[in-house]
């Protein structure tokens, strides 16, 4: 089993509806919580950084962590179609027990935003 | 400013041939990073450079994979005796200093080994 489980998607939205992503990991090592998006043939471009558990909102992006269930969420509100691509959460101990910076990812949520 | 660049993007491999992908990190960014992206998967840490010290090579699947920073800045990975299992985009990422979460990623090396 892989420490930080994913679901692949596609998730289908309309325009202008929120999107809901998850993900769950095992190890409780983990502090610090990342969300990257990637679009077709492009490199992950950081979009949430949390440290350890609480909310983090930027502008229509709303990222939440909770430690004691071992579960992360990213909220878009506002949807649109030039957010469609994938939505990879990020993970790491942060120096404990791996290296600094070291991410785990999960498999990554296609989303596709319809007009 | 330049980004993460990468080279080449797509490169065909026979089985069996050696092959050298190239990082150009964003200047003064201190950590590089390796990945793999296998289809349909997210990254897979390959190793990590702080400088010109690889500090962790945990990640690399085998003796055939090796990596250098020799002077702080440009990383090779190179692959021998490349198997069919290989095939993946390697994703380069670099950050400004050793203790910063903010990796910026270039748009990878496709290897396709046939």
């Known amino acids: 089993q892989k420490e930080v489980e994913q679901d692949p998607g596609p998730l289908s939205v309309p325009e202008g509806a929120i999107v809901s992503l998850n993900c769950t990991y095992s190890?409780?090592?983990?502090?610090?919580f990342m969300w990257y998006r990637q679009y077709s043939r492009k490199g992950p471009e950081l979009l949430m950084y949390?440290?350890?558990?609480g909310n983090k909102e930027d502008g229509r992006f709303t990222a939440q962590v909770d430690k004691s269930s071992k579960y992360i969420s990213l909220f878009i509100r506002d949807s649109q179609p030039s957010d469609s691509a994938t939505y990879l959460c990020?993970?790491?101990?942060?120096?404990?027990?791996?290296?600094?910076?070291?991410?785990?990812f999960g498999a990554g949520t296609q989303v596709v935003v319809t007009p | 400013g330049a980004g993460v660049s990468q080279s080449p993007r797509y490169k065909v491999a026979k089985r069996g041939q050696d092959v050298a992908l190239r990082c150009d990190p964003i200047?003064?960014?201190?950590?590089l990073f390796w990945y793999q992206q296998a289809l349909g998967q997210g990254p897979e840490f390959l190793t990590y450079?702080?400088?010109?010290?690889?500090?962790?090579k945990s990640g690399l699947p085998s003796d055939r994979f090796f990596a250098e920073r020799p002077e702080g800045s440009v990383s090779t990975l190179k692959i021998q005796r490349t198997q069919q299992e290989d095939s993946a985009v390697y994703l380069c990422?670099?950050?400004?200093?050793?203790?910063?979460?903010?990796?910026?990623f270039g748009p990878g090396t496709r290897l396709t080994v046939t």
């Open positions: 990422a670099s950050s400004l200093s050793s203790s910063s979460y903010e990796q910026y």
């Open positions: 450079f702080q400088n010109e010290a690889q500090l962790d």
């Open positions: 990020a993970m790491s101990a942060g120096g404990l027990t791996d290296s600094w910076g070291k991410l785990q």
């Open positions: 190890n409780s090592a983990f502090q610090y």
């Open positions: 949390t440290y350890s558990s």
């Open positions: 200047s003064g960014h201190v950590s």
